[in-house]
T-cell receptor, first 114, second 117 residues
């Protein structure tokens, strides 16, 4: 079964600074990968997804992520963070076969300071 | 387009009471999931279903039951509520993984905040 690790529980960045949130997965074959964002008291919203092809994927709100098979990683990046980006971010990994469920990481809480 | 609808949004239960959290989706998804979210613990999978009539346990199934009699509905049943079940519960749905359509992302409901006292 697949698994996913988000090593950073909480990250604080200054507004306007760049951001990188880490995600490492474990799966025997090529997975499909997502990043979701959750604002306080809300459900989860899809930021971006990777299924195949180009390893750099663009998402909403200016986010991008890069799939690196050699490092089993799918890190989320944004060049300039806005105060409204403060939220919880979840990486998720799925398998193309085997009727296995989507697996989520524990999340990274992002705080943005002025 | 309603997407995934969960009811109720909030509920307070007494220890030992039972209740059903309702989840329905109108996207004809065959996969459905129940997760619970506790502070700092991410999303833990309770049960999931890959189609009507098929359910399977996730990471934390104890104290819960599910059924999937239709494609649209996936209720979660708490039989004897315990304080450890105080949490926020999310239902989600998706198409089954298909490398042809690449149409596999999960859509989430707004959550049910449950407190057991």
């Amino acid at each position: 079964a697949q698994s996913v690790t988000q090593p950073d529980i909480h990250i604080t960045v200054s507004e306007g600074a760049s951001l990188e949130l880490r995600c490492n997965y474990s799966y025997g074959a090529t997975p499909y990968l997502f990043w979701y964002v959750q604002s306080p008291g809300q459900g989860l919203q899809l930021l971006l997804k990777y299924f195949s092809g180009d390893t750099l994927v663009q998402g909403i709100k200016g986010f991008e992520a890069e799939f690196k098979r050699s490092q089993s990683s799918f890190n989320l990046r944004k060049p300039s963070v806005h105060w409204s980006d403060a939220a919880e971010y979840f990486c998720a990994v799925g398998a193309w076969s085997g009727n296995t469920p989507l697996v989520f990481g524990k999340g990274t809480r992002l705080s943005v300071i002025a | 387009n309603a997407g995934v609808t969960q009811t109720p949004k909030f509920r307070i239960l007494k220890i030992g009471q039972s209740m059903t959290l309702q989840c329905t989706q109108d996207m004809n998804h065959n996969y459905m999931y129940w997760y619970r979210q506790d502070p700092g613990m991410g999303l833990k999978l309770i049960y999931y279903s890959v189609g009507a009539g098929i359910t399977d346990k996730g990471e934390v199934p104890n104290g819960y039951n599910v059924s999937r009699s239709t494609t649209e509905d996936f209720p979660l049943r708490l039989e004897l509520a315990a304080p450890s079940q105080t949490s926020v519960y999310f239902c989600a749905s998706s198409y089954s993984p298909d490398q042809q359509t690449m149409n596999t992302e999960a859509f989430f409901g707004q959550g049910t905040r449950l407190t057991v006292v």
